[in-house]
T-cell receptor
């Protein structure tokens, strides 16, 4: 069975500082990996995805994540955060032969001025 | 282009009652997945519907059932409600296996 572990439930950080949100997964088969973001009072939306190819994937708003197969990790990073990045971030995994996407418990990113 | 729409947005029910939640997928999407998100937790997979059939199911009891209609819209039914069923219920649509999910804003169910 697959599982996703997000190692930090909350991450407070000052504006313009770098941030890393950690995600580890377990799966016995090949996987697809996703990060979703949930802004206050909004639904979840896709931030970025890894399906195949380059292990480093980027979003349009400056986030990036790197698929590390040997460490079964998919950490999310941003070199300089903004107040508007305050949200809950969910790491998710689905196996390449299945249909369901499994989510981690989420990491609440709180950006302070 | 409308995204995923869910109704109602909020619902209050009493223990033992039954509830039906509705979802219209994003235009062009044929697959609907349902998730339960308890407060402070990540979404938990309930089941997925494709071609009007339940394709895969998570660890939820039979009290949770669903349906998909020919126009790809879907319903989630929960019977014999328990206090523990109180949660945000999310519908997500997609275009096939492992394609990214597009979520609605959810239905907040409170069981008293």
């Amino acid at each position: 069975a697959q599982s996703v572990t997000q190692l930090d439930s909350q991450v407070p950080v000052f504006e313009e500082a770098p941030v890393e949100l950690r995600c580890n997964y377990s799966s016995s088969v090949s996987v697809y990996l996703f990060w979703y973001v949930q802004y206050p009072n909004q639904g979840l939306q896709l931030l970025l995805k890894y399906l195949s190819g380059s292990t480093l994937v980027e979003s349009i708003n400056g986030f990036e994540a790197e698929f590390n197969k040997s460490q079964t990790s998919f950490h999310l990073r941003k070199p300089s955060v903004h107040i508007s990045d305050t949200a809950e971030y969910f790491c998710a995994v689905s196996d390449t032969g299945g249909f369901k996407t499994i989510f981690g418990a989420g990491t609440r990113l709180f950006v302070k001025a | 282009d409308a995204g995923v729409t869910q109704s109602p947005t909020h619902l209050i029910k009493t223990r033992g009652q039954q509830v039906t939640l509705r979802c219209s997928p994003k235009s062009g999407h044929d697959t609907v997945s349902w998730y339960q998100q308890a407060l402070g937790q990540g979404p938990q997979f309930i089941f997925q519907y494709y071609e009007e059939e339940e394709r895969q199911r998570g660890n939820f009891p039979d009290r949770f059932s669903g349906h998909q209609f020919p126009n790809y819209s879907s319903e989630l039914n929960v019977n014999a409600l328990l206090l523990g069923d109180s949660a945000l219920y999310l519908c997500a649509s997609s275009t096939g296996s492992n394609s990214p999910l597009h979520f609605g804003n959810g239905t907040r169910l409170t069981v008293t």
